[in-house]
């Protein structure tokens, strides 16, 4: 076994040292965001919250999880992310495969088209007049369709498509598969990378997006949990002239940031490791050996 020279040891030191520090600073915020949504009203405006609760204090956290708007709201958020992720992740795979293959006619064309959207967009009132004329409002459709693909995920899944080896889709096309076939038997399995890192993207877009649901929900019961944390800011900010419940209030809109930040990405936090166990085994299931 060879032995590491001095100028690489020193290199693996030096770079331990610089990656612990961006870690350390990475998840400060963190940890300060935590600490100020346990934390009272007073020690907060007077900047004394770091990395511990001072002035232990749950009113926030009582408040939003007592309230029955919440979890409908909650569970909204998640049937919107799961079903638009779904309807995301078909359109985009289906498109960056025929994108991948470099023999289709008009290829330029569709890239072109893709590409076009990226710098150009109907606008804001158009695109609102055409949900609304299609039916679509106060309906998940309302969230899906208008963000079902993203350019850049597009791309990334092209490139990752097209650097797969032919003789695989040819030798599945000699076997009798049809396109789909190949796609959903062949390709996919050995995508789970690139499958995995656009779910966890289209997911956590979904799941923080609320100016969407702002514009095309309008009943209550509707709205996603963003939106419902949106206006506790707004109530709490500006219920400064409230007589009854001024100090909860004023509780509430010191740290109600901080509450919202921790419970909107909590359910990301957790999903993320699960998801990321794919990113490396993705990868390896990928490779090919010879």
């Given at each position: 076994?060879?032995?590491p ?8 030191g030096?770079n331990?040292v610089?990656?612990?520090l ?5 998840l400060?915020?963190?940890v ?18 770091q990395?511990?609760p001072?002035?232990?204090n749950?009113t926030?956290?009582?408040?939003v999880?007592h309230d029955?708007?919440?979890?409908r709201?909650?569970?909204?958020t998640?049937y919107?992310?799961?079903f638009s992720?779904v ?9 960056a495969?025929v994108l991948?293959?470099r023999?289709?006619r008009?290829?330029?064309?569709l890239?072109g ?5 990226m ?18 409002k106060?309906s ?12 850049f995920?597009l791309?990334v899944m ?6 797969l080896?032919?003789?695989?889709e040819?030798?599945?096309q ?8 190949i796609?959903l038997?062949?390709v996919?399995?050995l ?10 993207f289209y997911s956590v877009?979904?799941w ?10 309008d009943?209550?019961e509707l ?6 944390l949106r ?7 500006g219920?400064?002239n409230?007589g009854?419940g001024?100090?909860q209030?004023?509780?509430?809109a ?5 509450v919202?930040?921790?419970l909107?990405?909590?359910p990301?936090l957790c999903?993320y490791?699960f ?15 010879g």
């Amino acid at each position: 076994m060879v032995r590491p020279s001095r100028s690489y040891r020193v290199f693996q030191g030096v770079n331990g040292v610089v990656l612990t520090l961006v870690v350390l600073v990475t998840l400060y915020p963190f940890v300060n965001i935590i600490a100020r949504s346990f934390s009272g009203e007073r020690q907060i405006r007077a900047g004394e919250v770091q990395l511990w609760p001072e002035g232990f204090n749950l009113t926030t956290y009582r408040i939003v999880l007592h309230d029955g708007t919440f979890w409908r709201s909650y569970g909204n958020t998640l049937y919107y992310t799961v079903f638009s992720t779904v309807v995301a992740m078909i359109l985009t795979t289906c498109y960056a495969y025929v994108l991948s293959k470099r023999n289709l006619r008009g290829r330029g064309l569709l890239v072109g088209v893709a590409v076009f959207t990226m710098f150009f967009s109907g606008g804001l009132i158009p695109t609102y007049v055409l949900i609304t004329s299609l039916g679509l409002k106060n309906s998940v459709w309302a969230l899906a369709i208008p963000n079902a693909i993203s350019v850049f995920n597009l791309l990334v899944m092209k490139a990752f498509f097209e650097g797969l080896p032919t003789e695989l889709e040819e030798a599945a096309q000699i076997d009798g598969l049809s396109t789909y076939g190949i796609l959903l038997r062949i390709v996919l399995p050995l995508s789970k990378a690139v499958v995995a890192t656009m779910v966890l993207f289209y997911s956590v877009s979904f799941w923080n997006s609320w100016f969407g649901a702002f514009l095309y929900m309008d009943r209550p019961e509707l709205m996603p949990v963003t939106v419902y944390l949106r206006n506790l800011i707004a109530g709490a900010t500006g219920g400064g002239n409230a007589g009854a419940g001024t100090e909860q209030l004023t509780q509430v809109a010191a740290n109600i940031q901080a509450v919202t930040i921790v419970l909107t990405a909590l359910p990301i936090l957790c999903v993320y490791p699960f998801v990321q166990r794919y990113f490396v085994s993705g990868v390896t299931l990928g490779a090919v050996k010879g």
